[in-house]
Nanobody, 127 residues
Framework: QVQLMESGGGSVQAGGSLRLSCAVS????????RGWFRQFSGKEREWVAT????????YYAASVKGRFTISQDNAKSTLYLQMSSLKPDDTAMYYC????????????????????WGQGSQVTVSS
């Protein structure tokens, strides 16, 4: 089992920055990739970014590319999402997730590929 817990959400004005963290614990070596998703109020969950744990290759949704950065610490026990140039449209609940599907395609952004999920952290961007 793998446990994930997000932190770092909050409120920020448009144009500002926030960094989300996700503490990963348990059988962490069993997961090959980790990602961030977000869910707008009343909408389905949307893929944001993925990092393949080894060798650390990253993938981004078009809506956040160039503004958001996914990363991990050297111990691979913490996942980060650095968000810059935030817009009101980025307001959502953000979730970290991890998985280990052998036929995984990172850029597909399918939430069904992720077995483990955090509880979510709210990000609110005001204009």
């Amino acid at each position: 089992q793998v446990q994930l817990m997000e932190s770092g959400g909050g409120s920020v004005q448009a144009g500002g920055s926030l960094r989300l963290s996700c503490a990963v614990s348990g059988s962490t070596d069993s997961t090959y990739y980790r990602g961030w998703f977000r869910q707008f109020s009343g909408k389905e969950r949307e893929w944001v970014a993925t990092i393949v744990t080894i060798p650390g290759i990253t993938y981004y949704a078009a809506s956040v590319k160039g503004r958001f950065t996914i990363s991990q610490d050297n111990a691979k026990s913490t996942l980060y999402l650095q968000m810059s140039s935030l817009k009101p449209d980025d307001t959502a609940m953000y979730y970290c997730a991890a998985g280990s599907q052998s036929n995984f395609v990172p850029s597909d952004g399918r939430d069904a590929d992720y077995r483990y999920w955090g509880q979510g952290s709210q990000v609110t961007v005001s204009s």
